[in-house]
């Protein structure tokens, strides 16, 4: 049995795929399996995938029809051996580096009360350094998620970047929650983090992040601006079990705030239209309730933020956000 499983869900990722690879295989600690699941590709993905099936740490599988992203990444989990004891998702499109798995096994091991271990990384061409105070290597896992929350460290998401202890049953098919259509991972880092233990770092750069067009965070989250959406959903979900109450007002007036500025700039948006279609459809499965009275503080953001003409700004904007509200609903 292997201590860690390594796992790679890909979707016509041949581009990458190989690197990806190459990367675990040149990993310095060597006690691991690789799950890669093909998520019906129609490049070479799941060829280069099998090209690697004669060394016995690699399990290849593929998925029967395409599954949603978030559905993929649990299939993928669910595949790990029975038994191993820490999971490290890896993006097809992303990197580690050499010791990666070696340090963060390092710290998990050492530190009983560590649920999930992250560390600097580059980010496209950008060195990321958000954690904790060096030389600390744990956090409080409520304190955490407060950094995050408040905007102090950016350090619960992307997936390659974290190593996850697995619960004694495993990781089961669900172990995202699929509301969180671009977000599930950090929304998995909070909640191990708000109940089971704490956050683990390591002060050196060990994965790598590729920024590209094909990317999904390139193509869809960033148009949509899921960072604001899902972010908000996340404070009200499970803000009230780490947060004072005072705590929870300051830090939901200041997200309320970023997205109703994001939803009114997308007014102005050539694919508002979308935007506005999405971000309403998501509002029920994300328990956000978009109140008569939050639009109209979203028409005042937009009022306040319009110098020329405020009346008639503000009978456009009203027409508009009744539009895109109200209809079909």
Known sequence: MSLVSIVTPVFNGAKYLRDCIQSVLDQTFTEWEYVLVDNCSSDDSRAIAESYASDKRFR?????????????????????????????????????????????????????????????????????FEGPPFPQETVPGREACKWFFEGRVGILGSESNHLIRLPPQGAGNSLFDAAFRNHSDTDLFIRLLKHSGDLGFVHQVLSFTRVHEDSVSAKHARVLGTSDLEGLAMLIKHGPDFL?????????????????????????????KKIWRYHRSSWLTLGIRMRPGHVAKTIAVGAAMCAIHPIDSLNRLTRLIRARLYRNV
């Open 60 to 128: 290849i599988y593929a998925n029967r029809e395409v599954l949603p992203v978030t559905d993929s990444f649990n299939r993928a989990a669910s595949l790990v051996s029975p038994g191993t004891k820490y999971l490290k998702y890896l993006c097809a499109d992303d990197l580690l580096f050499p010791q990666c798995l070696e340090l963060m096994i390092k710290v998990v091991e050492s530190n009983p009360q560590v649920v999930v271990v992250g560390s600097y990384k580059i980010c496209g061409r950008k060195p990321v």
């Open 244 to 272: 004072t109450q005072r705590e929870l007002n300051r830090l939901l007036r200041k997200h309320w705030r970023a997205y109703q500025h994001f939803l009114f700039r997308s007014l102005f948006n050539g694919k508002g």
